[in-house]
Structures are given as C-alpha cells and as structure tokens.
C-alpha cells in the first residue's frame, strides 16, 4: 500500500487536502483506513467525502475504504479551513492506520506529509 497526500492552499484561509492509498497488491485490500493530522490552527473541515469523518477535538480527518483491487487507487478530497487570525507554518500528515490483509511491505510508504504557511488567514502557500 502506497499513501500519497497533495496539499493545495488558496485564497481566505481554505486548504486542499487530497489523501491517496494505491494498493500494490498483490492481493485485494479488504478494507484500508488512513488517517490525517491537522494542525490545531484548524477551524473545520467541509467537503468531507463518504468514509471520512472529522474529530475536532484531535484534528484528525479518519479516511477508510473497502475492496480496494490491485493495482487501484482511492483518493479522498477534502477543504480545512483556518480563522483569518491564523498565521505561520504547520504540517499535515497522513498515515495507513489499517489495512486488512496486512500489507506485506509496511512501513516503506506507509505515510505521507506536507507543509503549508497561512498569511493572516488570507493565503496559504504550499
């Protein structure tokens, strides 16, 4: 399993996260989670597709999937939104929680992260 994560900021505090899992097989994955570390600057998260949920106490978007074939891809697509108070550098990070089968390669890409900066709430760079 490969997990992939593609940050794209804008303009009035909104951010693009893409999370990714590619399953290098050789088998199905019967079910796969991963998991996305917001900074704590975040406000909310909308756009949340079917199989993922926010937890605001933690900041953590929790992606997961089923059947996922060999070869095959699963991208999750989601905004983060800051106050316009928000200002600095923070990271995202993304991480296979679980997988079934097991993948028989972990920890080799198991992961992806990325760093953005928020000016006055207004633009994020990536």
Do not use: E, W
Request: proline residues 5%; neutral net charge; contains cysteine.
């Amino acid at each position: 399993m490969a997990v992939g994560q593609t940050l794209t900021g804008g303009l009035l505090a909104g951010l693009t996260v893409k999370t990714s899992a590619k399953n290098l097989g050789p088998d199905t994955a019967d079910s796969l989670t991963l998991t996305t570390q917001l900074p704590a600057a975040a406000s909310s998260v909308s756009g949340l597709p079917a199989g993922c949920a926010y937890n605001a106490s933690t900041d953590r978007v929790t992606c997961s999937t089923t059947g996922l074939a060999s070869g095959a891809t699963k991208v999750f697509s989601y905004s983060v939104n800051f106050t316009l108070l928000s200002l600095g550098q923070f990271h995202v990070n993304t991480t296979r929680t679980a997988s079934s089968p097991n993948d028989p390669a972990p920890g080799s890409n198991d992961s992806a992260s990325g760093t953005c900066k928020v000016m006055l709430g207004l633009l994020i760079t990536c």
